[in-house]
């Protein structure tokens, strides 16, 4: 069974910092990323690492997160600094099975709620 169990949201002021962790289980997952979606707003990618380690961040994230992944474990981490109100939103983690058929998998989604 393939799982994705995220954990590490919360409340937090702004400017703080917090760190989400993704622990992936059943498969190999080559590209993994988090998701986020706020209410009333539809999901969008927040950031993306390949199994070789390249990155890749939406604008408004950049320069304040950091995603990071450790293949041993399976688990990747979403490193969240200078938060902002407009942060607020379930994150997502997601991860692309590396054995064919491709598939993307989800995990049940962590609350992160930044107060002004």
């Known amino acids: 069974q393939v799982q994705l169990v995220e954990s590490g949201g919360g409340l937090v002021q702004a400017g703080g910092s917090l760190r989400l962790s993704c622990a992936a289980s059943?498969?190999?997952?080559?590209?993994m990323g988090w998701y986020r979606q706020a209410p009333g707003k539809q999901r969008e990618s927040v950031a993306s690492?390949?199994?070789?380690?390249?990155?890749d961040y939406a604008d408004s994230v950049k320069g304040r997160f950091t995603i990071s992944r450790d293949n041993a474990k399976n688990t990747v981490y979403l490193q969240m600094d200078s938060l902002k109100p407009e942060d607020t939103a379930v994150y997502y983690c997601?991860?692309?099975?590396?054995?064919?058929?491709?598939?993307?998998?989800w995990g049940q989604g962590t609350q992160v709620t930044v107060s002004s």
């Open positions: 690492i390949t199994s070789g380690g390249r990155t």
């Open positions: 059943g498969t190999i997952f080559s590209t």
């Open positions: 997601t991860g692309r099975r590396s054995i064919l058929p491709a598939r993307d998998y």
